[in-house]
């Protein structure tokens, strides 16, 4: 079933053409690295994420993400705990140029789902009775689109989150590339 499934996608995937691009519609993957800010650590390191999904025209899309803002040392001999979030939301996007052409701006959010995850020996464990929290997310970013599939922006992401009942803020600035089909 899942075959089935994943093969009808491509089937859908492989009939958008470039006529549908040129409107502005279509699917986009992105992804970005950057720096994370966790202020209850007092501490910024490297952010990365994966973002994927569907522009209804040049201006409105959803998306889906997984971000892993954070990896330290726990003191526990070479365990590690990671700060990890997945997320759906929605993007809305100003260019100046045209569809998908040119400077532009834009704005994203929608509601993330934040744990932490434990590495120890190159194997991730993710700790089932440690709390986890779901908040909103909200996101600005500015950028240069290069043609209809393709382009470069700089993001701000800010979430809140809440683990192990400490609150706690997430403030994130990536550079993001992005490729649309």
């Not at 997945?86 to 040119?102: E, Q």
């Not at 009775?129 to 240069?144: F, P, Q, T």
Request: aromatic letters at 14%.
């Amino acid at each position: 079933m899942k075959k089935l499934a994943l093969l009808a996608a491509l089937a859908a995937a492989s009939l958008s053409t470039t006529a549908f691009a040129a409107e502005g519609n279509g699917g986009f993957i992105r992804a970005e690295v950057g720096r994370s800010d966790v202020d209850v650590i007092d501490d910024r390191d490297t952010a990365f994420s994966f973002r994927g999904g569907y522009f209804f025209n040049s201006n409105v899309a959803i998306e889906g993400f997984y971000a892993n803002q954070y990896r330290a040392k726990t003191g526990w001999g070479d365990e590690e705990a990671q700060l990890y979030t997945l997320g759906v939301g929605v993007v809305g996007k100003k260019n100046f140029g045209g569809d998908h052409k040119g400077f532009f701006i834009s704005g994203r959010g929608g509601l993330a789902y934040t744990d932490i995850a434990y590495v120890e020996d190159g194997e991730v464990e993710i700790d089932e009775e440690n709390d986890n929290s779901a908040n909103i997310y909200l996101g600005v970013g500015v950028g240069y689109d290069f043609n209809e599939r393709f382009g470069l922006s700089l993001n701000y992401d800010y979430q809140k989150a809440e683990l192990n009942d400490v609150d706690f803020d997430v403030r994130t600035l990536t550079l993001g590339g992005e490729f649309r089909f």
